[in-house]
């Protein structure tokens, strides 16, 4: 007889925000935020700049994530398994890079390009701790956002900490994470991702 177990409320909810809330996800808005402000509030290039950085920081790293979990090469596309990580992130890293070199050539804003650098450097450090632990990239995602979005716009989106918090208890009850290692990417992503945007915008 088979039996089809219903997924809980809590647990459709947690997969909802996984996806809603998902790095892809926030790395297509945070660029736009980002080139907002560092253009003065014009639309036309604030799409521009934003676009470019959402297409090598999120699309097309998206996209292998997909292409990779449909060919079977990991077990989906947020990659749950620790050491199947190593190979798309350091493709990601490629795609990112190629993004960078394209900002500088083209000029852009030095707030989008801090954006990128720090965007960068994160990946880096999510790729030395993958070697031997799995790191929330949700999470750290989400933190290095508010991190970034209040040094541009004031203490009030501190607010925004509260998505950081839900994203972090989503991971955690779709059993892709431990509380440690969501607790460790929240952190992570403000203490390297704002640090560095910081320190070049």
Known sequence: MDVTVVPSLPLRLARVVTEVLSPAVIVVALPLAVAWQAT???LAPTLGW?????????VIPMVIMV???RRGRWDGHWVRERERRMVPFLL????TTVGLVIMLVGGAPQAVIALSWSMIATLVVVLAITRWWKVSVHATVAGGAVATVVLLYGPWYLLLILGVVLVA??????EDHTVAQVVAG???GPVV????FLALR
């Open 40 to 42: 003065g509030y014009e």
């Open 50 to 58: 934003g676009m470019l950085v959402a297409l090598f920081y999120s």
């Open 67 to 69: 292409r990779g979990a």
């Open 92 to 95: 990601c890293l490629v795609s």
């Open 169 to 174: 208890w989503s991971r955690v009850m779709v």
């Open 186 to 188: 929240a952190l992570l």
């Open 193 to 196: 991702g704002g640090a560095v």
